[in-house]
């Protein structure tokens, strides 16, 4: 029999198990669906549980977290919201086991050097509101119950990640893209109102800042969408209460469910990771019928006035001297999910990851940067 000598037999046992630990860190992760059952109140639209994914951090920031939530737009009316409930943005029913992350959630260091090693929490988006409505019973549609109860599920999920850890936390990051990032500008506050003072808590909203601005008829259809929304699923109590209280006694409390009236009351350092050209905008809001530069001189027109109003629209993120941006002018939606737009498109040379990474963590560079005009950027 072949015995090994006692040493070389601990070096070869220590380098497997460097092996062993270098293929953990460097396999892609995939996070695990969390349902919650017995969740009394707070359930999807079809009634079904709420839930989220969860991929523990290790290493050095097993103690941060990110908090994403989901986007996937809105239902304005109940005819509307019951068609969503059939969907995986109304009911967890079809949701999957798993599911893996790119972008500023991805766990490669390639990608996402700063914080690729921290839990990410994915809360799953069924409720059709950005996570803000409350309506105690059921609505009945077509003799079908669906239910509005958006702000209960964000409340019972924190719970439960704060019970998987984060009331230890060091760190906490919120997030979001599209209605997510929308509902990171509205729940900021709440969120920080949550943990303990010694938190570092920041937030980065992405494609979340809706103007309000006119379509090329020069109506404003945007603001009676959002105001359906926000009145149908009474969301007064599940939006920033700043803000609510500076609309106090008007008709436009409807104001605290989009982010440039909401912008001025969140009390927490906030990023904004926005296209100046965002493309759902300019379908939805502006409701230009071609895609740049595929359009006639009076649709470019415009395009470029819809261009402005963001500008006007966002002066005070560009303005602020507390809070980061990363505006570029590329026909882009929901960047920081992939690694293209979170790593590799660029500003001023300098991509959205070093952006924020510089704000973040106080470095030297460029914290808060805005594009030139489309079609300058290169990079898009």
Known sequence: MFYLPMNLLKMLTSFLLFLSLFHFLTEAREADLVLLHDSGEAVCLDGSP??????????????????????????????????????????????????????????????????????????????????????????????????????????????????KGMSNAKEVILTGCSAGGLATYIHTNYVKSLLSPTVK??????????????????????????????????????????????????????????AQYTYPHISSPIFSFNSQVDTWQLVAILKLECKPPNCTEEQMKQFFNFYEEFKKASEPIVSSTVNGAFLDSCLAHCQTLDNQGWAVRSVQNQTGATTFGNWYFERSGLKNIADCSYPCNKSC
């Open 201 to 258: 808590f920041h937030a980065i909203a992405d494609a979340g800042y809706f103007i309000d601005a006119p379509d090329v008829n020069g109506e404003w259809y945007i603001r009676t969408f959002y105001s359906d929304v926000f009145n149908m699923q009474n969301c007064s109590d599940g939006v920033n209460q700043d803000c609510i209280a500076a609309y106090k006694g008007t008709n436009e409390t409807w104001k605290c469910f989009m």
């Open 50 to 163: 709420p839930g989220y994914y969860y991929r523990p951090g290790v290493g050095a920031d097993a103690n941060n977290w990110i908090l994403h939530l989901e986007g996937g737009g809105w239902c304005p009316n109940e005819d509307n919201c019951l068609d969503r409930s059939k969907g995986t943005l109304g009911s967890s029913k079809n949701w999957t086991q798993t599911t893996s992350f790119s972008g500023f959630l991805s766990d490669e260091q390639e990608y996402n050097p700063d914080f690729y090693q921290w839990n990410v929490v994915f809360l799953k988006y069924c409720d059709g509101a950005s996570f803000a409505g409350y309506v105690a019973e059921p609505v009945n549609v077509k003799g079908t119950n669906i239910y509005f109860r958006g702000f209960k599920i964000l409340q019972l999920i924190l719970q439960s990640v704060m019970d």
